[in-house]
């Protein structure tokens, strides 16, 4: 089975210079925790939830732990000494911030013509949970996430 098979075709994606506030709205209202940067059709980068956590630049939050159970992730920050956190300039990133500056890039992508297994694998090694789809000119067709592929294999 093909990647194009499974993918969403109906794609939410941003602009590298659209603002972080506007895209926490845009991700908040589709229940997104990742979407697409594309310029000119092409993916230039991704912008995820982990991303926009990283902006924030809390003392003492290992990345590691980025992706923690959330009750765990609201107690590390309440515990968090806030004299060592500059909250205005933190929240600044948020406010003032847009996306270029904070995106993850380049963007892992597949083509969607590639196997699912291919697209697991990939997955699986650049510790993504989602991928967005080209096709060969390199444009952006759809996306493909780790759901899509389970309902797949569990079929």
Do not use: C, Q, Y
Request: proline share 5%; aromatic share 4%.
């Amino acid at each position: 089975m093909k990647v194009k098979d499974v993918m969403t075709k109906k794609v939410v994606f941003v602009s590298s210079a659209d603002r972080i506030t506007d895209v926490i709205e845009l991700m908040k209202k589709h229940k997104l925790t990742g979407v697409p940067v594309v310029e000119n059709e092409k993916v230039v980068g991704i912008l995820t939830d982990g991303d926009i956590i990283r902006a924030l630049d809390i003392p003492d939050l290992p990345s590691e732990d980025l992706s923690p159970p959330p009750f765990d992730f609201i107690e590390r920050v309440i515990r968090i000494k806030m004299e060592e956190w500059d909250v205005e300039r933190a929240l600044g990133v948020w406010k003032d911030g847009i996306v270029k500056d904070i995106m993850t890039k380049p963007a892992v992508t597949i083509n969607e013509n590639a196997d699912i297994e291919e697209a697991a694998d990939l997955m699986l090694e650049k510790n993504v949970h989602r991928l967005p789809v080209v096709n060969n000119d390199g444009k952006l067709v759809g996306i493909v996430t780790r759901h899509d592929l389970l309902k797949v294999l569990t079929r």
